[in-house]
Nanobody, 114 residues
Framework: VQLQASGGGLAQPGGSLRLSCAAS????????IGWFRQAPGKQRELVAT???????NYADSVKGRFTISRDIARNTVHLQMNSLKPEDTAVYYC?????????WGQGTQVTVSS
């Protein structure tokens, strides 16, 4: 059972990145998937979630800029990040939760800088 996060990198302010969270050993469809982030010196915070029924929720700081979506065929969840800001700089983590199951992927670094 593994979650693999990818897609981080360096982006300019106003730019875009797409993060991916791919699962192996289990099916993401049955899980609530969340993207979290942690900036240096700060606590980890929730960015976006998508439930197994398709309900989506976003932190106020990313509403209208970020979109979480499922790619069922690839057993992957994406986080499309547009209009990036320097304050979006952080290590991003994906999480899959269902009942007592709780899996974390390794982090992927997102840096927004000119």
């Amino acid at each position: 059972v593994q979650l693999q996060a990818s897609g981080g990198g360096l982006a300019q302010p106003g730019g875009s990145l797409r993060l991916s969270c791919a699962a192996s050993g289990f099916t993401l469809d049955y899980y609530t998937i969340g993207w979290f982030r942690q900036a240096p010196g700060k606590q980890r915070e929730l960015v976006a979630t998508v439930s197994n029924t398709g309900n989506r929720n976003y932190a106020d700081s990313v509403k209208g800029r970020f979109t979480i979506s499922r790619d069922i065929a690839r057993n992957t969840v994406h986080l499309q990040m547009n209009s990036l800001k320097p304050e979006d700089t952080a290590v991003y983590y994906c999480n899959a939760q269902r009942y007592y199951d709780n899996y974390w992927g390794q982090g992927t670094q997102v840096t927004v800088s000119s």
